[in-house]
């Protein structure tokens, strides 16, 4: 693997592999020079009757990448032997799955935090560790539904009919996931104490949407999903169809508002300045057509170098070529598969990719020895 180098540089982690938020929180761990070994069963993980089999699609190559693979039957004594051995070892556990399946391997927060007293033991899930619904199925546009967060996605009084899972798996399991970790981490190193940290979706994503229950509450968000300041209510934060693409537009200061106004010369129209209901639809109207009439290209042209808060829309190849994006290397391109580069983004000591998912993807024993295996205990699994 080399040298780690990011700022979690000695911070040691145990990942139970599996699909969703936790290896996504891993892999940003990772990146940022955490030494994880990821466990895998035997044959791998998903299953090979898995709806997503992610390594079959690629994706390993991105949610895998820079840390090695181990594979440990859990169901043997040797291998649960080996796995509290490495746990004694490490800062943290992370892992993501249903309630009690740790426990039914010998591997609970009760056994592991006896191994390690100090040890930050991460559970990410969709809805928690507790609760009436906290051992039945369900997946990131199910716990979403059920926080809330998916109703901010409305128009017209209709919910989506699903979004991607990013708000969920992604923001509120894997990020919500990463904080609590290295927060318990931090507060073990202090006060010598370890403890279980419930991350979960529920929770993450009715957290996310505090900025919209604030201005709720102020009264600037109450109209229903899609008819708000901030959700495509007013005709100056929207997105809008080019005659090849769309742009979004987000002017909300009245500044950069004049901009916006004053490069698609509307700014003598005193409609665009008006609060009236049917001043804002007769604007999004005209601006709708106005847009419609030429190219993206065009578009971006005339809001260059400027504050109109104009941007196009970008798919995500177009994004990995973007001017912007290629400048600060915001992508690269590992085994053939475009990926987004470690961030956040640190000066003095940067996160890298140290693995690409395909070379993780191959178990590693080597690693173990790393981790201060005996050698007789490693061929003892085969």
């Given at each position: 693997?080399?040298?780690?180098?990011?700022?979690?540089?000695?911070?040691?982690?145990?990942?139970?592999?599996?699909?969703?938020?936790?290896?996504?929180?891993?892999?940003?761990?990772?990146?940022?020079?955490?030494?994880?070994?990821?466990?895998?069963?035997?044959?791998?993980?998903?299953?090979?009757?898995?709806?997503?089999?992610?390594?079959?699609?690629?994706?390993?190559?991105?949610?895998?990448?820079?840390?090695?693979?181990?594979?440990?039957?859990?169901?043997?004594?040797?291998?649960?032997?080996?796995?509290?051995?490495?746990?004694?070892?490490?800062?943290?556990?992370?892992?993501?799955?249903?309630?009690?399946?740790?426990?039914?391997?010998?591997?609970?927060?009760?056994?592991?935090?006896?191994?390690?007293?100090?040890?930050?033991?991460?559970?990410?899930?969709?809805?928690?560790?507790?609760?009436?619904?906290?051992?039945?199925?369900?997946?990131?546009?199910?716990?979403?539904?059920?926080?809330?967060?998916?109703?901010?996605?409305?128009?017209?009084?209709?919910?989506?009919?699903?979004?991607?899972?990013?708000?969920?798996?992604?923001?509120?399991?894997?990020?919500?996931?990463?904080?609590?970790?290295?927060?318990?981490?931090?507060?073990?190193?202090?006060?010598?104490?370890?403890?279980?940290?419930?991350?979960?979706?529920?929770?993450?994503?009715?957290?996310?949407?505090?900025?919209?229950?604030?201005?709720?509450?102020?009264?600037?968000?109450?109209?229903?999903?899609?008819?708000?300041?901030?959700?495509?209510?007013?005709?100056?934060?929207?997105?809008?169809?080019?005659?090849?693409?769309?742009?979004?537009?987000?002017?909300?200061?009245?500044?950069?508002?004049?901009?916006?106004?004053?490069?698609?010369e509307l700014s003598d129209d005193p409609r665009f300045t008006s609060e009236a209901p049917e001043d804002d639809a007769f604007c999004t109207a005209r601006m709708s057509a106005l847009f419609a009439t030429r190219s993206r290209?065009?578009?971006?042209?005339?809001?260059?170098?400027?504050?109109?808060?104009?941007?196009?829309?970008?798919?995500?190849?177009?994004?990995?070529?973007?001017?912007?994006?290629?400048?600060?290397?915001?992508?690269?391109?590992?085994?053939?598969?475009?990926?987004?580069?470690?961030?956040?983004?640190?000066?003095?000591?940067?996160?890298?990719?140290?693995?690409?998912?395909?070379?993780?993807?191959?178990?590693?024993?080597?690693?173990?020895?790393?981790?201060?295996?005996?050698?007789?205990?490693?061929?003892?699994?085969?």
């Amino acid at each position: 693997m080399g040298d780690r180098a990011g700022p979690l540089t000695g911070i040691r982690i145990v990942e139970m592999t599996g699909i969703g938020p936790v290896p996504y929180a891993a892999m940003l761990l990772a990146d940022m020079g955490a030494d994880i070994i990821r466990i895998d069963r035997p044959g791998g993980y998903p299953a090979p009757d898995a709806a997503l089999d992610f390594a079959a699609m690629g994706a390993a190559s991105v949610f895998y990448r820079s840390r090695p693979l181990v594979q440990v039957d859990l169901k043997s004594y040797e291998g649960r032997a080996l796995m509290r051995d490495l746990i004694g070892k490490a800062d943290a556990l992370i892992e993501g799955y249903r309630p009690g399946a740790m426990e039914a391997l010998g591997l609970g927060p009760d056994t592991c935090l006896l191994d390690n007293p100090q040890l930050a033991y991460v559970r990410v899930t969709g809805w928690g560790q507790d609760g009436p619904l906290a051992r039945t199925a369900g997946h990131d546009l199910n716990y979403i539904a059920r926080s809330g967060a998916l109703s901010h996605f409305g128009r017209d009084g209709v919910v989506p009919v699903a979004i991607p899972p990013l708000v969920g798996d992604m923001a509120s399991g894997a990020l919500f996931g990463v904080i609590g970790l290295l927060s318990a981490v931090m507060q073990a190193r202090s006060s010598g104490k370890g403890q279980v940290v419930d991350a979960n979706i529920v929770d993450g994503s009715a957290s996310l949407y505090t900025l919209l229950s604030s201005l709720s509450a102020m009264g600037a968000h109450n109209a229903p999903a899609g008819q708000n300041i901030v959700d495509g209510g007013r005709y100056y934060y929207r997105t809008y169809a080019c005659a090849d693409g769309y742009v979004a537009v987000g002017a909300i200061e009245p500044a950069f508002r004049k901009v916006l106004l004053d490069r698609l010369e509307l700014s003598d129209d005193p409609r665009f300045t008006s609060e009236a209901p049917e001043d804002d639809a007769f604007c999004t109207a005209r601006m709708s057509a106005l847009f419609a009439t030429r190219s993206r290209a065009h578009w971006e042209t005339v809001f260059a170098d400027s504050d109109g808060c104009v941007t196009p829309v970008l798919s995500p190849s177009e994004a990995a070529e973007d001017e912007h994006n290629a400048a600060r290397s915001t992508f690269v391109k590992i085994d053939g598969v475009e990926q987004a580069t470690p961030a956040p983004r640190f000066i003095t000591t940067p996160g890298a990719i140290s693995l690409s998912g395909r070379e993780a993807s191959h178990p590693d024993p080597e690693t173990l020895l790393r981790w201060g295996i005996s050698r007789e205990k490693i061929d003892s699994l085969t």
